[in-house]
């Protein structure tokens, strides 16, 4: 069973700074792309970052130049380094992974999510 679990979120004021941390555990053969979404209250959920298993990188244009995806292929982790934190970026932070388990199928997984707020 593939389990992914996300932390760091908090409460921040704003200009501040979090790291976020997701783990992906389980029967995993390997890891395809790894991504941050959010969803903030009445919104839709929408794509925070992206990173590929060779470590191409995509951001929405609201986070360019403030946050920054990286992964630890030896781990199965995958990180977001958020900065100058706004209050339009309070949300739920979701990871996902698109992935092949042991047994051979392949599909998304996500995490239970991790509440990050930025106060004005």
């Known amino acids: 069973q593939v389990q992914l679990v996300e932390s760091g979120g908090g409460l921040v004021q704003a200009g501040g700074s979090l790291r976020l941390s997701c783990a992906a555990s389980?029967?995993?053969?390997?890891?395809?792309?790894m991504d941050w979404y959010r969803q903030a209250p009445g919104k839709q959920r929408e794509l925070v970052a992206a990173?590929?298993?060779?470590?191409?990188?995509n951001y929405a244009d609201s986070v360019k130049g403030r946050f920054t995806i990286s992964r630890d292929n030896t781990k199965n982790r995958v990180y977001l380094q958020m900065n100058s934190l706004r209050p339009e970026d309070t949300a739920v932070y979701y990871c996902?992974?698109?992935?092949?388990?042991?047994?051979?199928?392949?599909?998304?997984?996500w995490g239970q999510g991790t509440q990050v707020t930025v106060s004005s």
């Open positions: 990173i590929t298993s060779g470590g191409i990188t």
């Open positions: 389980g029967a995993i053969f390997s890891i395809n792309a």
């Open positions: 996902n992974a698109d992935l092949i388990a042991f047994d051979g199928r392949r599909g998304d997984y």
